[in-house]
């Protein structure tokens, strides 16, 4: 089944300040859709949105999942109907190891009990996707994302990504924190991700991820608007120039 994400008109505000202001853009299924734009634009205040964080405050307009409103679903739901999120800057989660949580997340969406055993092509599957994102099984064994480097936890939650299959996933600045062979990884990663049907939202503003997977759009925010938009063009000329000289054409 195919899935959308849509947002129409979207505003939101953090703690009373607006900071989005009319954000309207759609992913569906087997599609990556690039928001680029420099720090402080938006990018991450709406990934929050998106995914319901009681921070973050909807003023205006709607958030549609197959045509579904879930504006004012809480988080739990929200990723029960498919969605997810990599952060930006991970959390370390010490008491629960890795492959504890990577576990209990395919059990949950194989209708299994949280703690059952993981069937055998399920823990072949974890170690195979383990290696191919750059971590070992020693990784699995500690804390969730504790200990780890910056690029160690950009990979984790890439291997969480795509371990859990969703039906829409949010990775928000993959690329940031990554030497070059990571930013290689992860690219691949995410276009595995598009390949098996997930829908994927990404930021990034430096581009770097998007020699390694190609977007089917590419938007441009700043000031919490979508400003401009089109395809690998966008990108080349933003790196060719900087944002300051694109935004002012």
């Known amino acids: 089944m195919n899935t959308t994400l849509e947002t129409k008109d979207l505003y939101a505000s953090v703690d009373g300040k607006e900071i989005l202001n009319g954000i309207n853009l759609s992913v569906s299924s087997g599609e990556v859709v690039a928001l680029m734009g420099p720090n402080g634009s938006g990018k991450t205040t709406l990934f929050m949105t998106l995914m319901g964080h009681p921070r973050y405050t909807v003023t205006r307009g709607s958030i549609l999942l197959n045509g579904n409103d879930i504006t004012k679903s809480p988080p739990e739901e929200r990723s029960l109907l498919g969605l997810m999120m990599a ?3 991970p959390v370390p989660v010490p008491e629960v190891r890795l492959t504890t949580l990577i576990t209990a ?3 949950k969406r194989m209708n299994r009990k949280l703690t059952d055993s993981p069937p055998p092509q399920v823990v072949a599957e974890l170690i195979k996707t383990t290696s191919e994102v750059g971590l070992t099984q020693a990784h699995l ?3 969730t994302n504790h200990g780890f480097s910056g690029g160690e936890a950009k990979r984790s939650e890439v291997l969480q990504l795509l371990m859990a299959k969703p039906k829409v996933a949010l990775l928000d600045e993959p690329d940031s924190g990554l030497d070059i062979d990571g930013v290689a990884a992860v690219g691949k990663a995410v276009s595995r991700l598009a ?3 997930t829908a994927v939202l990404l930021t990034t503003h430096q581009a770097r991820i998007l ?5 089917r759009r590419v938007l441009v925010i700043k000031g919490g608007r979508i400003v401009a938009q089109g395809g690998l063009e966008v990108v080349e000329e933003i790196e060719k120039t900087g944002y300051e000289a694109f935004l002012r054409r």
Do not use: D, I, L
Not at 211 to 215: A, D, I, L, W
């Open 87 to 89: 952060f930006q800057n």
């Open 195 to 197: 390949e098996r049907g």
């Open 211 to 215: 020699h390694y997977v190609t977007p």
């Open 105 to 107: 997340m395919v059990n």
């Open 141 to 143: 064994s500690r804390g």
